[in-house]
């Protein structure tokens, strides 16, 4: 099956500092990714969604400028978390459409902690 | 839009019991996927099933089995015979149609968080 890596699966910064998290689609090619953010003990959260190409598409309320989308090549898919903030804390995760039907394949996931 | 609405938040359930986790969507799609997740305290999502809405045909792979009843929009999961290995976070999701355009969207559940006692 197709698999997603993210990189790293741990991180913890200081307050105001900018995280990069990268996701990688290792054995297929994706022109779509997306960005999914669960906060502890609750659900996923789609983010935006992440175009080889092209701009990001962002959900209601994600800020564009707080959280930048860079879809650098077919396998590769970057979240830039800037400026973060305690509340910025949380589980990122990745996926990326594959095979005939587009199912979805998840990453990891990236446990974010800031100080 | 679209909603998935898994009403047990938690669940608690003595080795070898079974147990049904719920679950309940509103789309307004003629078409639609629905999937169920599985997420170990590792945090990875492990996929489990997907389900195409003209499909209403009752699943089962080894000790889980799925119900798909489009007249109640519901898509309930089974585990017979629950085993500690099952303690994980459950979560029921739901695709608006496939566009043709390469890609999907995926709706979730709260999630329901199975835990199961020796």
């Known amino acids: 099956g197709a698999v997603v890596s993210q990189h790293p699966s741990r991180v913890i910064c200081k307050s105001g500092t900018s995280v990069k998290i990268e996701c990688r689609s290792l054995d297929f090619q994706a022109t779509t990714m997306f960005w999914y953010r669960q906060f502890p003990k609750q659900s996923l959260m789609l983010m935006a969604t992440?175009?080889?190409?092209?701009?990001?598409?962002?959900e209601q309320g994600v800020e564009k400028d707080k959280f930048l989308i860079n879809h650098a090549s077919l396998t590769l898919s970057t979240l830039t978390v800037t400026s973060a903030h305690p509340e910025d804390s949380s589980f990122y995760i990745c996926?990326?459409?594959?095979?005939?039907?587009?199912?979805?394949?998840f990453g990891p996931g990236t446990r974010l902690t800031v100080l | 839009a679209q909603k998935v609405t898994q009403a047990q938040t938690e669940i608690s359930v003595v080795e070898k019991e079974d147990v049904t986790l719920d679950c309940v969507y509103e789309t307004r799609d003629t078409t639609y996927y629905l999937f169920w997740y599985k997420q170990p305290p590792s945090g990875e999502l492990v996929f489990l099933i997907r389900r195409n809405s003209f499909d209403e045909q009752n699943e089962i792979s080894g000790r889980y089995s799925w119900n798909f009843q489009k007249s109640t929009s519901s898509f309930n999961f089974t585990i017979t015979a629950s085993q500690v290995v099952d303690s994980a976070v459950y979560f029921c999701?739901?695709?608006?149609?496939?566009?043709?355009?390469?890609?999907?969207?995926?709706?979730f559940g709260k999630g329901t968080k199975l835990s199961v006692i020796p």
């Open positions: 999701a739901l695709s608006e149609p496939y566009s043709g355009a390469g890609s999907y969207q995926l709706t």
């Open positions: 992440s175009n080889e190409g092209s701009k990001a598409t962002y």
């Open positions: 996926s990326a459409p594959a095979g005939l039907n587009n199912e979805q394949f």
